[in-house]
């Protein structure tokens, strides 16, 4: 598992931070030894071990210094200014500037322009998409910048529009789980407190539906750590135990959505590569950073001599997907292929979204099941308060 960690350093006469994933079992054996832990970081970034002023570990996805809305406006003018011939990381400092007054981030620009690195490195040490900052890499290597930018520019478009569709859906579906939750852990707590005082002044012992609401409300913390265990349960069977958990009902949708997100990515990665002059070997080479699983069993048919075709249906891309992608790659007309992908997509983001709509109504239901839960509590509280009243 990698390891995110936050450095803060000067350099240049400022100072600013960056976040740095270490992956490899040798980088996270480093993390306990500091000399050479500072060592390491220090030739990422490009300065000397005693400019490191602190490290913290941080936990999650490194967040992109960019916001997603911003990052297309971002690429246009980079790709502009690459039309023009114009320096890269001007136009980047440049336009970042008119977006943000975050000093940090200006101090983190200003270090990477004295640095003279190149645009992707900077993109990519800005935490942008890696599928994107491969794609200008490839751009600069291929002599065809314009063109990569041009593709990565559609691809965040593609996937900004994914996610603000899945958004609504999902941020309702937990609005309607957490309500449910305080409802049926909320409402014998307060239902058991306020019938006990009542029965305790008229001097009369508790029925049924007190005594489930008491039993709730005695071992609700119980009731909660289970619910957490769960959910660590789920999480970890989810991040660890693909392989074993793939073909369950509930956990398939999850490896669905996700297989079908890294295949939208392989779409563009590998068309502008292809477009560019780059052979099938050196492009999955290249996508080893972006999924090496996939991109190992590519690489292991397309070195028994399959095509590249042959080898996505070999892989373990879901027979569907392997279908689709395996149908465009197999066209060799650049313009047919185009337009083969550009379909491929379309039914990529269709199966997306259908399978994101499958997993909001598994969720609406359980938490509908919850509410359901609730109310029928303040049902029963109705008939005993009509009990003790009449």
Same mark, same amino acid.
């Given at each position: 598992?990698?390891t995110?960690?936050?450095?803060?350093?000067?350099?240049?006469?400022?100072?600013?931070?960056?976040?740095?994933t270490?992956?490899?079992?040798?980088?996270?054996?480093?993390?306990?030894?500091?000399?050479?832990?500072?060592?390491?970081?220090?030739?990422?970034?490009?300065?000397?071990?005693?400019?490191?002023?602190?490290?913290n570990?941080? @936990?999650?996805?490194?967040?992109? =210094?960019? #916001?997603?809305?911003d990052?297309?406006?971002?690429?246009?003018?980079?790709?502009?200014?690459?039309?023009?011939?114009?320096?890269?990381?001007?136009t980047?400092? =440049?336009?970042?500037?008119?977006?943000?007054?975050?000093?940090?981030?200006?101090?983190?620009?200003?270090?990477?322009?004295?640095?003279?690195?190149?645009?992707?490195?900077?993109?990519?040490?800005?935490?942008?998409?890696?599928?994107?900052?491969?794609?200008?890499?490839?751009?600069?290597?291929?002599?065809?910048?314009?063109?990569?930018?041009?593709?990565?520019?559609? @691809?965040?478009?593609? *996937?900004?529009?994914?996610?603000?569709k899945?958004?609504?859906?999902?941020?309702?579906?937990?609005?309607?789980?957490?309500?449910?939750?305080?409802?049926?852990?909320?409402?014998?707590?307060?239902?058991?407190?306020?019938?006990?005082?009542?029965?305790?002044?008229?001097? #009369?012992? $508790?029925?049924?539906?007190?005594?489930?609401?008491?039993?709730? %409300?005695?071992?609700? $913390?119980?009731?909660?750590? /289970?619910?957490?265990?769960?959910?660590?349960?789920?999480?970890?069977?989810?991040?660890?135990?693909?392989?074993?958990?793939?073909?369950?009902?509930?956990?398939? !949708?999850?490896?669905?959505?996700?297989?079908?997100?890294?295949?939208?990515?392989?779409?563009?990665?590998?068309?502008?590569?292809?477009?560019?002059?780059?052979? =099938? #070997?050196? !492009?999955?080479?290249? @996508?080893?950073? *972006?999924?090496?699983?996939?991109?190992?069993?590519?690489?292991?048919? !397309?070195?028994?001599?399959?095509?590249?075709?042959?080898?996505?249906?070999?892989?373990?891309?879901?027979?569907?997907?392997? %279908?689709?992608?395996?149908?465009?790659?197999?066209?060799?007309?650049?313009?047919?292929?185009?337009?083969?992908?550009?379909?491929?997509?379309?039914?990529?983001?269709?199966?997306?979204?259908?399978?994101?709509? %499958?997993?909001?109504?598994?969720?609406?239901?359980?938490?509908?099941?919850?509410?359901?839960?609730?109310?029928? /509590?303040l049902?029963?509280?109705?008939?005993?308060?009509?009990?003790?009243?009449?």
């Amino acid at each position: 598992m990698s390891t995110v960690l936050r450095v803060k350093y000067r350099a240049f006469g400022v100072i600013t931070s960056e976040v740095l994933t270490l992956g490899s079992k040798a980088n996270n054996a480093n993390t306990t030894n500091h000399a050479n832990l500072n060592h390491q970081l220090a030739s990422q970034l490009n300065i000397k071990p005693a400019q490191i002023i602190k490290i913290n570990k941080e @936990y999650g996805k490194p967040r992109c =210094d960019i #916001k997603p809305q911003d990052l297309s406006s971002v690429l246009m003018s980079l790709y502009a200014a690459a039309l023009n011939g114009e320096n890269l990381i001007n136009t980047l400092q =440049d336009t970042l500037k008119d977006f943000y007054s975050n000093s940090e981030l200006n101090n983190k620009l200003f270090v990477l322009k004295k640095q003279s690195i190149s645009i992707s490195q900077a993109l990519q040490r800005l935490q942008v998409d890696p599928i994107v900052v491969a794609l200008v890499e490839s751009g600069i290597s291929t002599g065809k910048l314009p063109l990569a930018l041009d593709k990565a520019e559609g @691809y965040l478009a593609l *996937i900004e529009d994914i996610k603000e569709k899945s958004k609504a859906g999902v941020a309702g579906s937990v609005f309607k789980l957490v309500f449910g939750g305080l409802l049926t852990f909320g409402a014998p707590i307060f239902l058991a407190t306020f019938f006990n005082d009542i029965l305790k002044q008229i001097n #009369k012992e $508790p029925g049924f539906v007190i005594h489930l609401f008491n039993v709730i %409300k005695d071992n609700n $913390p119980y009731f909660l750590i /289970m619910a957490l265990m769960m959910a660590a349960l789920v999480f970890y069977l989810i991040k660890f135990k693909q392989q074993q958990t793939s073909n369950w009902p509930l956990f398939s !949708i999850f490896f669905e959505i996700k297989g079908l997100k890294k295949s939208l990515a392989f779409i563009p990665f590998y068309s502008t590569l292809n477009e560019s002059g780059v052979n =099938d #070997k050196d !492009i999955i080479l290249k @996508y080893q950073q *972006i999924d090496p699983i996939v991109a190992s069993q590519l690489l292991a048919s !397309i070195n028994k001599g399959v095509s590249i075709v042959e080898a996505i249906k070999a892989s373990s891309i879901d027979t569907k997907t392997a %279908k689709y992608l395996a149908s465009a790659l197999g066209i060799d007309h650049v313009k047919a292929r185009e337009k083969a992908f550009l379909g491929t997509v379309k039914r990529l983001t269709a199966r997306l979204a259908r399978q994101s709509k %499958k997993l909001n109504v598994i969720f609406t239901s359980i938490a509908t099941l919850m509410i359901l839960t609730g109310i029928s /509590m303040l049902i029963g509280a109705y008939f005993v308060m009509s009990t003790i009243a009449f």
